[in-house]
């Protein structure tokens, strides 16, 4: 299993959106739509208890979810 944070980026040279560990250059998973690449990199990341970085068609990150290995976790 990957121990490395997976990263949903979109491919403009393939058109189609990828799942990738961190500081891998080959996909994880190609997908034609945003939605399909979330839900299978969510599955990936709650397996391995990572990081999950969702970035936008301009490669800015949009959103992070943490599945078990969160760097600040809620107080209380």
């Not at 491919?11 to 997908?31: F, G, I, Q, T």
Request: no cysteine; glycine share 6%; proline share 5%.
């Amino acid at each position: 299993m990957y121990k490395k944070n997976i990263h949903t980026v979109f491919n403009s040279d393939r058109h189609m959106w990828e799942n990738k560990a961190e500081k891998s250059s080959s996909p994880l998973s190609l997908h034609h739509t945003k939605a399909n690449t979330l839900d299978r990199a969510e599955h990936i990341a709650e397996q391995a208890k990572v990081e999950h970085f969702i970035h936008g068609k301009d490669g800015k990150i949009q959103e992070r979810n943490s599945y078990g290995n969160d760097p600040f976790p809620p107080r209380g």
